[in-house]
C-alpha cells in the first residue's frame, strides 16, 4: 500500500470516522455515499498536505468526484 493511500485510509478514519475500503475507492461512488461532508473532505485534505508535507492542487482538486478520483491523484506523490 502507498503511503498517501496509507494515510487517507488513517486520516479519514481519524478526522471522519469512515473506513475506507478498497472496494469502496474502486467502485468509484462520491464520497457522499461514505458520509463525507464537505467539511470533512477539507479538513482530510489538510491533515494530508500537513502529514505528508506537501502542497495539493487546488485545481485539480476542484475536478475529483470520488474517492478513486483522489488516490489516483495522490499516487502522483508517492
Known sequence: MSRTLK??????????????????IESGQPFKDIGVDSLDSIEILVTL???????????????????????EYLAEYD
Not at 7 to 22: F, M, P, Q, S
Not at 57 to 62: F, I, P, S, Y
Open 7 to 24: 494515510a487517507l485510509k488513517e486520516i479519514t478514519l481519524d478526522r471522519a470516522e469512515v473506513e475506507l475500503t478498497d472496494e469502496f
Open 49 to 71: 498536505e500537513d502529514e505528508l508535507d506537501i502542497e495539493l492542487d487546488n485545481q485539480r482538486l476542484d475536478e475529483i468526484k470520488n474517492v478513486k478520483d483522489l488516490v
